[in-house]
Structure formats: structure tokens, C-alpha cells
């Protein structure tokens, strides 16, 4: 289906800017008419364009390399928004440590002068990817 | 904002209906004909609106009570989708024992014959309600 690999590609492009840790990449990403918000892995939420890519600069600034691998990436399209659910694997090296970390994510778009753009980041730390069965009882 | 208060009002109606341990009501609150996905605490994306029920039911199941109180919630809305991300903090009574537990969430809306129903909940285990502050490293 063409409009869940177009939020598929738009979601590439997001994870290239963080990878490449590009500012200039990941501001073109981000919608610029509809609301933002980001829930980074372990903090509160930021909401607001330049809150967001604000943070986005704090995390690249405080980053001196990350290689990200996507698994289980799966698109759902509604309309003119669509998400993505997937899970981040990171090597990141900061503060002179290389640290491998995994997170469950959620990347909302809308589309906004016919590009699918990036309006809600939400990414939770996970121990790995997560085991393929039902829940039956919370936490 | 009118639109941003129906979004958090059917938010408020997913939460009666989980609190309620009520299936029926649970059910009302997912989209039926826009695509829908889910990731609870911990666990892989399940999609789907029969698996996503499902997983509900299998849920409530292994759940005698829950008792809910939701923070910080702040709702978005961009044309026919809305997303609330708001802190749960969950008590919740399961095979005999009392848990409490905190989980960052996002929940995604979209108007569906003038009603706004719920294509997407994520919820991730966080330790507590998390720090006002900017992130300036990964994990």
C-alpha cells in the first residue's frame, strides 16, 4: 500500500537525522503546522516544535555517534495521519561510554503539504525486543 | 479548545471502561473501521482490532481491580486525529497480590462517524512521574 511505505520513508528519514545526528534533517521531519510532542526514553514529555528539536539538539550535542538498527517495524495509515510501532536498537556512544540500549516506539506523522511529517515521537526503554505473546496481567 | 476536550473526554471513557474492567465499553472506545494497535506495559505490539481486544480481555481476566489516576495529561489535536500523553499511575489487584506501578503513555485518536475513537495506545513501565527537565542523553 502506497501511503504506509510513503510513512514508512518518512520514518527512515527521521531515523537517518538521528543517526547522522543532524539538526537541519531532523527540523525538515518534524510537521511544522500541526502540534508536536516527544517522549524521549525515561523523561517527561516536551511538546512544542522548538521545545522539541531543542531537545533533539541537546541529545545530539551530548551524543558523539549512535548506530541505530529498526526492528519489527510495522505502518498503520488512517486518513492523512499514520504511525509506526517499532523497536529501536542503539549503540550510542556519549560522555565517552558506548552504551546498547533497546526502545519500544511509537512515531505518529500527519500529512502536511503532502509530505508526511513527524508529530509525535514517543520511545520507552525496553530490556530487548520483546517476547511475541499476549498479556495477560499488567506490569 | 473544543475538539482538544472531545479527545481527552473519550480518553476519560477508555479509562472508565479499563478501571470498570468492562470489555463492552472497552470495545466502544476502539476504532472499527481505521486500523488499530496496541502495546501494553513490557509487552510486543499486538494489532488489530480482535487481538487488541483480546488482549484486553486477557487483561481484565487476570485482574480483580484496578484502580487508576492518570497525571499530567495534555491532549494534541491536528484536523480528524488527537493524541493525549499523560502519566498512569495504576494499583492494580492481580492473582492475590497488590501492585502499583506508573506508565508514560500516549493514546491516538481518530474521528470516526463524528466520534473520537482510539487506534493506538502505548503504555511503558516508567519508575515514578519523571523530571521537568530536558533530556541531554540517550538512556
Redesign the interface.
Known sequence: METASDVLASNKAFYDAFERLDLDAMSRVW?TT??T?C?????????GRE?VL??WE??F???ER?KLSLH?S?A??????G?V?LVEE?E?A??GQL?R?F??T?N?F?REDGEWRL??H?A???PA???????????
Chains 1, 2 share one sequence.
Open positions: 510537521a500541526a502540534p510532542s517522549v524521549h526514553p525515561g523523561w517527561a514529555l516536551v511538546h521545545r531543542a531537545s541537546g541529545i550535542k551530548g551524543t549512535v519489527e510495522k498503520f495509515v488512517s486518513g492523512d495521519m504511525w510501532v542503539l550510542v556519549q560522555q552504551v540500549a526502545a519500544q511509537t505518529t500527519v508529530v509525535h514517543h520507552s526503554p525496553t525486543p520483546m517476547p511475541k505473546k499476549r498479556p495477560t496481567t499488567l506490569h
